[in-house]
């Protein structure tokens, strides 16, 4: 005990009383006053409230007042240290309740008296990192922004592997990165888990385990809405309905649909008009992923109606249908590729290579390098290869009696291959120049029983025609299109079809 303590202890003997009160009447926090063995504290914490009072009143300098205290042998009377003016309102029964209660916060199950901590810290949080991946970035480097070093990165890609390659990270996608406290300090922190959005439906998820990092792919659930589109055609389909708010995809379905019966090169017209009601898919958490299937469409050709509807049988065959149930699917499309232009008909023509007049055996389809080309019907592959003038060139065989072939292909289409079997629609090739041909087109024919024929005036076979319960089905199924096409689109002009 230093000398100073000594002084202050002979001078005020009764420091438990004297602490006391000055915790009571000053805010002074009781074990600021004492120490573990109820001696006087030489310096105490002061409050705001109560800094008034050390101008007055200082422990250190020795020059209290002996009027300061006016106590009686067990300090029944105390006076305020500020004004020395007794306080004759206090109550000392309550003094007495209060002191007892400080002590009891400070007395364990045995009743020995304990020094309890001011302030317990609150224990570490996790802590939470977004990083977005630049143009030029690699899934290490995002990483190693996030903090992580080249081991921990290394043992990441290797795990995301399983599910995703790295080497697809393109600029824009999110990566989240959680870490945890290792101690309740927070002295330092380990990733605890990493995720990255691959697309809008799946995320790819990091894990910490006990034998490194766990991979796994979580796919989100999607909600499919109905959605609808009006345009009217003034200069071309595709432009008209991207004025009119309808995807570009939803168009081109519109088109694969129709393509069996109409040339929409040719037999499209200003003032025509299009309507569709067509699927819109999104994520659980409202972000749009796709477009779906077209469910209703209807085409105004020169004040023609022509409407579809999507319909699945009882076998799962899924078609599109007229309003009697005939199938729009026909024995061959009418055209096999998308938004080209019909630069050459079936007949004599001048021949652009070889200068003379010469009988052109099929269609001419004037399109850009790379365009899809479509197989007209379901059939077998005759031929893929490279096959003189023609360029390279596909045949495909429909039944014994029916062909088509494609020319000045600039390539052919995924694994087709002489034999292959391929459906109506399937991608064969692609529009290209090679072969004796001026620029990129396709060359398209329709052979019977070995001759080429006009594509545009041959006579097919028709596609499949609802009857019985199917077409009972179809038709209540037609009738339920309608209705929420017309609360959806507010059109009131649809009328139900008519019982057949």
């Known amino acids: 005990m230093t000398t100073m303590s000594k002084a202050i202890e002979k001078r005020f003997p009764k420091a438990q009383e004297i602490a006391e009160f000055l915790s009571n009447t000053m805010n002074f926090k009781h074990r600021h006053l004492l120490t573990r063995d109820g001696r006087l504290r030489l310096r105490v914490v002061v409050p705001v409230s109560a800094a008034a009072f050390v101008g007055v009143f200082t422990l250190a300098s020795f020059s209290m007042d002996s009027q300061a205290f006016q106590m009686g042998p067990d300090i029944s009377e105390p006076r305020s240290l500020i004004s020395g003016q007794a ?13 007892e209660k400080r002590l009891e916060r400070y007395e364990n199950h045995e009743g020995k008296v304990e020094e309890v901590a001011l302030f317990q810290p609150e224990p570490a949080k996790p802590r939470e990192k977004s990083l977005v991946v630049g143009a030029g970035d690699t899934l290490g480097a995002v990483m190693q922004r996030a903090g992580l070093g080249a081991s921990e990165v290394y043992k990441l890609v290797q795990s995301m592997e399983e599910h995703y390659d790295p080497r697809r990270i393109r600029p824009g996608q999110k990566l989240e990165f959680r870490f945890d406290p290792v101690d309740e300090a927070g002295s330092a922190y380990d990733l605890a888990q990493m995720t990255m959005a691959v697309d809008p439906l799946h995320v790819v998820s990091l894990t910490r385990g006990d034998d490194g990092f766990e991979s796994v792919m979580i796919e989100k659930e999607t909600v499919t809405k109905m959605n609808t589109g009006k345009a009217n055609i003034e200069v071309s389909l595709y432009g008209s309905a991207e004025k009119a708010g309808i995807p570009s995809g939803v168009i081109a379905q ?160 995924k694994g087709i291959s002489a034999g292959k079997r391929v459906k109506q629609g399937d991608i064969i090739g692609y529009v290209g120049t090679t072969g004796r041909s001026t620029g990129p087109h396709l060359h398209y024919e329709v052979l019977m029983n070995g001759a080429q024929v006009n594509p545009k005036t041959v006579k097919l076979p028709q596609g499949e025609t609802l009857v019985g319960e199917e077409l009972k089905n179809f038709k209540a199924q037609v009738a339920s299109i309608r209705g929420e096409f017309v609360k959806l689109s507010g059109n009131p002009k649809l009328a139900l079809l008519e019982d057949q």
Do not use: C
């Open 254 to 413: 519109a088109i694969h649909i129709y393509s069996w019966d109409v040339d929409f090169q040719r037999d499209v017209r200003k003032g025509d008009l299009i309507e569709v009601m067509y699927e819109e898919v999104f994520s659980e958490d409202g972000e749009k992923v796709k477009n779906g299937n077209i469910v209703y469409a209807r085409l105004n050709i020169n004040g023609q109606d022509i409407p579809v509807y999507r319909y699945e049988m009882k076998n799962g065959d899924v078609d599109y249908f007229d309003e009697k149930g005939a199938s729009m699917r026909k024995a061959l499309m009418k055209t096999p590729i998308d938004g080209a232009r019909l630069s050459s008909g079936f007949g004599m023509r001048h021949h652009p290579v070889l200068g003379y007049d010469k009988m052109h055996k099929g269609l001419d389809f004037a399109a850009a390098t790379g365009t899809p080309i479509y197989a007209a019907g379901d059939g077998t592959i005759e031929r893929a290869n490279r096959n003189g003038g023609y360029g390279n060139y596909v045949r495909i065989r429909h039944n014994s009696n029916l062909k088509t072939a494609y020319a000045h292909m600039h390539k052919f289409g």
């Open 87 to 99: 306080h004759d309102d206090m109550n000392m029964a309550d003094l007495s309740n209060a002191r």
